[in-house]
């Protein structure tokens, strides 16, 4: 499904000019800094490290709505399957990982194929952008600064504009981080709550009872420590299995590409302490929740369920992509040695 541009973008100056809601125009120097913030208070919060202190904001995260949301949703699950509480988490992460962040992750992926059949035509703008704004500046006498900056205004709204003809914003594909972080973070809190007896449901001490004998094999207690490592261990590995398999990918990353890459390699490592000092039905949870996306981004390989959610083709499509993952896991670290 590749999207075409429209010969206006690709016409002299004069014309680009009224299409553009404007003329091209020279433009001063501007400073524009954008911070990506990481999320590890949450991560602080669930593992007991509770900044502000009593009455701060993590009381009032814990007594909130979507923390009893939450709180009713896992009572809910637990009652209507009468399964023991590991199996209810289990089930609980697979249903809201199923119903709400699969067909997100599908937009996303349905968001990110339209944006990359978009890139050749985005090349052919620049390449004509690129050319008009020489002429102009050899005409009007614009230093390069000047310049540079006039092309990329220019080119940052034609870019705009076929994004909104053909209703593929990459801010869009972001809707799944939006969604699935605060979920992650809501029912870990709602779990500490029934962990520690303070949950805000009328059942939460009973919970907590009820949560130190729902366990199985060596992490019966569900309230307790997993002193063996073998959960945080197994949720570190998981992790970095998501973040090899998302690198193994990419194709020529850019340097701030790699360090993201490096820097959620170093996070997923991070988590294994951290895992280990908070109750194992949290970290039960979080092995789910993380096995559960593994296994969706494994699915969303598939071409016959991609043909399924109508993700359009593009020109890093692969028809055998699972064996395309282990020749470049193989390539990769056999290259090594």
Not at 76 to 100: M, N, Y
Not at 151 to 168: A, G, I, Q, T, W
Not at 189 to 214: C, I, K, P
């Amino acid at each position: 499904m590749l999207c075409r541009l429209g010969a206006r973008c690709l016409r002299p100056l004069p014309k680009l000019q009224s299409q553009a809601r404007g003329p091209l125009r020279a433009v001063s120097p501007t400073h524009d800094s954008k911070w990506i913030a990481s999320p590890m208070w949450a991560v602080a919060a669930v593992s007991g490290v509770e900044p502000g202190g009593a009455g701060g904001w993590y009381e009032a995260l814990a007594a909130s709505a979507p923390v009893w949301g939450a709180e009713e949703a896992l009572l809910c699950a637990h009652a209507a399957s009468g399964l023991p509480w590991w199996g209810s988490i289990v089930l609980t992460t697979a249903l809201l990982r199923g119903a709400v962040t699969l067909p997100l992750a599908a937009y996303q992926h349905y968001i990110l194929a339209k944006v990359e059949n978009l890139q050749p035509e985005i090349k052919n703008i620049a390449r004509n952008l690129n050319q008009e704004v020489t002429v102009r500046a050899n005409q009007l006498g614009w230093s390069k600064r000047v310049a540079r900056l006039t092309y990329l205004k220019n080119m940052k709204r034609l870019v705009s504009e076929l994004y909104v003809r053909d209703n593929c914003h990459p801010f869009k594909a972001t809707v799944l981080v939006w969604i699935q972080l605060p979920m992650w973070i809501v029912m870990s809190v709602a779990l500490r709550n029934f962990s520690t007896g303070t949950a805000h449901s009328e059942a939460g001490f009973s919970v907590q009872e009820q949560l130190a004998t729902g366990g199985i094999l060596w992490f019966s207690d569900l309230t307790a420590l997993d002193s063996t490592w073998i959960l945080p261990v197994s949720l570190g590995i998981t992790n970095l299995l998501i973040v090899e398999i998302f690198a193994l990918q990419r194709i020529g990353m850019s340097p701030f590409q790699t360090y993201v890459t490096h820097f959620i390699r170093a996070m997923s490592l991070l988590m294994i302490p951290i895992a280990a000092t908070v109750p194992s039905s949290i970290v039960l949870y979080w092995l789910c929740s993380s096995v559960m996306g593994l296994s969706q981004n494994l699915l969303l390989r598939s071409p016959r369920f991609r043909r399924l959610c109508r993700i359009p083709l593009t020109k890093s499509h692969s028809d055998t992509p699972y064996t395309d993952l282990l020749t470049a896991f193989y390539a990769k670290f056999t290259s090594r040695k």
